[in-house]
Structures are given as structure tokens and as C-alpha cells.
């Protein structure tokens, strides 16, 4: 379980980096940005956690669908909540709204770690 909340924690470091710099690029929106930075944060922390467990494909194969889900649907979680922080508070920092609803995605993960992944 450790494992995976470090690896929760830092998708959401490297989301809350990725934000932070596009949205220094004045072209995009927050909420434009907060997408941008999710879809390339879910993908970098696909190829690090393959880069992870590279030697180990038997083991992953049987976990890697269950994992994959409770990570795919954290990063759901967090991106309906920033959009949602965004659009119904406009005045609310893009960061702040992200630093929210990771913390949140973050803590459901865990939940569905602890209640599906768990054991098995």
C-alpha cells in the first residue's frame, strides 16, 4: 500500500508541475490546462510504472488491469473535481482547485486500493 501512494503522490506532483507550467504559457485556459497536464500525467506515470516493473510481466498481468483501473479512475476523479472547482468557483486559483481535487483523487485511490487491490 505504500508503494502505491507513493506512486499516487507523485502523479500528483508531477501534474501539479505540468499545470503550473502550461499554465504559465498564456494560450491556455485553466481548465484547457488542467486537462492537458492529467492526460500527460496519466501517461508518464503509465510508462514509470512499466519502467518500474519491467522484470516482473508475469506478476503485473494478473494485477496490471486492477491497478490500471483504481489509478484510471483516480485521475477521472481529480480532473471532474478541478473542472467542477473551476467552473463554479471562477475566482478560485487553478492550483489551488488542482491541490483539492488531487488530494481527494488521492484519498480515494487509497480507498479503492485498500478495498480492491488489498490481498489479491
Known sequence: MLRFALFLCFGFALDAG????????KPFGPITACLLSMAA???LCWLFFG???AGQVAAIRGQGFRYASAGS???IVSVLL???L???LPTINPLTAQ????????????F???RFLRNR
Do not use: C, E, P, Q
Not at 18 to 25: A, D, M, P, T, V
Not at 99 to 110: E, R, V
Open 99 to 110: 491541490a483539492l481535487s488531487g488530494l481527494a483523487a488521492i484519498a480515494f485511490g487509497l
Open 112 to 114: 479503492a486500493y485498500s
Open 86 to 88: 473551476l467552473t463554479s
Open 41 to 43: 500525467t496519466v501517461g
Open 51 to 53: 519502467l518500474l516493473r
Open 73 to 75: 479512475i483516480s485521475a
Open 82 to 84: 478541478s473542472v467542477a
Open 18 to 25: 505540468l499545470l503550473r507550467g502550461l499554465l504559465s504559457l
